[in-house]
């Protein structure tokens, strides 16, 4: 057993000792400087302001100024046939387009009562001013279509689109479609 005792006691002195040593070190250690202040912007600080480069204004027309649109309003009319006309087959149809429509062709339909398309023809037109593109024009075709009775129906010319198929403009007049 005394082996077991100077063995305990021999690594109760080691420990005392690195205890010692470490404490030792610690007190003579050299200490950390204390923080030294640095110029940190704190909510009542302002700082001149900067200049920030901003675009020149620019000149605004005047509201009187005439502006040229860069694309005319498109508009059909249909002077042929009237609202409320009789009509037999084949329709005749006339009027005017604010700009002429792709290809100088737009398309004329009767509608029955059910609004089902009983025709569908193509209606060509022509410039006011023979070899100006995009300016006013005329137009007049013939559209022969079939119903089983006379009743209630519709005519429409429309210009559409060659990019989707849509309409671009359209004029419509409701008439009475007849079996003659």
Request: glycine content about 8%.
């Given at each position: ?14 420990l ?6 470490l404490?030792?070190v610690a007190?003579i250690a ?10 940190v912007?704190?909510?009542?600080q302002?700082f001149?302001?900067?200049s ?6 620019t ?14 309003p ?25 700009v002429?429509p ?8 009767v ?7 009983v025709s569908e ?6 410039p006011?001013?023979?070899?100006e593109?995009?300016g006013?024009?005329t137009f ?7 119903v089983?009775?006379?009743?209630p129906?519709?005519v429409e010319?429309?210009e559409?689109s060659a ?9 419509v007049?409701?008439v009475?479609?007849t079996?003659?």
């Amino acid at each position: 057993m005394k082996t077991n005792n100077a063995t305990t006691r021999q690594r109760l002195g080691s420990l005392a000792l690195t205890t010692a040593f470490l404490f030792l070190v610690a007190c003579i250690a050299p200490r950390t400087p204390p923080p030294t202040e640095t110029s940190v912007p704190t909510p009542t600080q302002s700082f001149p302001p900067t200049s920030t480069p901003t675009a020149a204004p620019t000149a605004q027309p005047s509201p009187t100024a005439q502006r040229t649109p860069t694309t005319p309003p498109r508009d059909i009319v249909l002077t042929a046939p009237v609202e409320g006309a009789t009509i037999g087959s084949p329709v005749e149809v006339h009027g005017r387009v604010s700009v002429m429509p792709f290809e100088g062709t737009l398309r004329g339909r009767v509608y029955n009562e059910a609004g089902e398309v009983v025709s569908e023809e193509p209606i060509q037109t022509l410039p006011d001013d023979e070899g100006e593109l995009g300016g006013p024009g005329t137009f007049s075709g013939s559209i022969p279509f079939q119903v089983d009775a006379t009743g209630p129906g519709r005519v429409e010319v429309a210009e559409i689109s060659a990019r989707d198929g849509s309409i671009v403009t359209s004029a419509v007049v409701s008439v009475t479609l007849t079996t003659d």
